[in-house]
């Protein structure tokens, strides 16, 4: 959110306000505000509950989700909307996934540039989800936990396609930049592509996620991308693709690189990096540390 190590911002941990980044921070949404965007956060916002730490104090124009790790229930429940507590029913992904539809078409169909931030929940506990997708993973012996995960993940890919689909629907693929992460490993042990570790830790099965690039006419799809990136990258990389005007101080405290010419499948020589993370204990604490150096790999679609 910031191009910056969570160190840097004050994030230090998940709970007890450890996970409060300071207001002074500039984010994405910022950012692209500051250009002419609309922007709008729909989902999981675990950075600060309150003003001036929350969404609406951290540059989004409009926000539905909550501002905690989790939430203790998946259907029917209350969620923030603009900082009013409002009773949605239905499952939380189905509600998240439709504000954000209404947000990109509402603005999509009117021509104004938008930014919009989906982070859904799941998969995560409570292990709750729709029976329709609950009953073909639970018939196949799994544990209830695994069970209920790969159909949260099934349902999980649904909602990214109704996303897409909406953007196809009003015309507006071709022009709309579009990137699919998670945030960490699995939170119970379960496959993880034979890596070691999981949620928690700063093994490779805690640290290494997902990531799709999709961006129709401009990204050629089906590139895999070897040089090590992580989630800091996104800040510059966003400032360049879509041109956005930002103070050279601000730039001068990324520690993100931008990914732009890797993405366009231009010509350039790319430096090796070491990327750090941090797991547990107080912000000087030597437990829980990381470096990596080898190369990973992001898809483009």
């Known amino acids: 959110m910031t191009g910056r190590y969570a160190l840097r911002t004050g994030v ?9 980044m300071r ?6 949404a910022e950012a692209f505000r500051d250009n002419g965007y609309v922007t709008g956060c729909f989902g999981k916002w675990h950075n ?8 609406a104090g951290q540059g989004f124009d409009r926000f539905v989700g909550f501002c905690s790790g989790h939430w203790n229930n998946y259907f029917d429940t209350e969620l923030e909307m603009d ?9 939380i992904a189905d509600v998240i996934t439709e504000e954000a539809i209404q947000f990109m078409q509402r603005h ?3 021509g104004q540039p938008f930014f919009a931030y989906v982070s859904l929940n799941t998969p995560h506990s409570p292990w709750q989800v729709p029976d329709a997708y609950h009953e073909r993973f639970s018939e196949s012996g799994l544990d209830r936990e695994t069970a209920c995960a790969y159909a949260m993940v099934e349902h999980l890919d649904h909602a990214v396609g109704r996303l897409l689909d909406t953007l196809k629907r009003i015309n507006i693929a071709s022009n709309t930049l579009v990137i699919f992460m998670t945030d960490n490993g699995p939170n119970t042990n379960r496959f993880n592509g034979g890596l070691r570790g999981r949620k928690g830790s700063v093994h490779e ?13 401009h990204i050629h799809g089906g590139d895999l991308l070897d040089p090590l990136a992580a989630h800091l990258d ?11 005007r930002i103070h050279p101080t601000i730039r ?13 499948n231009r010509q350039v020589a790319w430096t090796d990096r070491a990327i750090h993370f941090k797991w547990g204990g107080a912000p000087t604490s030597l437990r829980g540390l990381a470096v990596r150096t080898h190369r990973w790999r992001a898809v483009c679609d």
Do not use: I
Not at 83 to 91: K, L, S, T
């Open 108 to 110: 999509g169909e009117a």
């Open 48 to 55: 600060g509950a309150h003003f001036p730490h929350n969404p």
């Open 83 to 91: 900082g009013v507590m409002v009773r949605r029913n239905g499952f």
């Open 234 to 244: 996104w800040m510059p990389t966003l400032a360049s693709l879509c041109q956005l």
């Open 23 to 28: 207001s002074g921070e500039y984010t994405l």
């Open 252 to 264: 001068a405290s990324w520690d993100g690189l931008d990914l732009s010419s890797l993405l366009l």
């Open 205 to 217: 099965g805690g640290v290494r996620v997902p990531c799709f690039v999709w961006w129709p006419g």
């Open 12 to 20: 230090h941990g998940v709970t007890r306000g450890q996970e409060t």
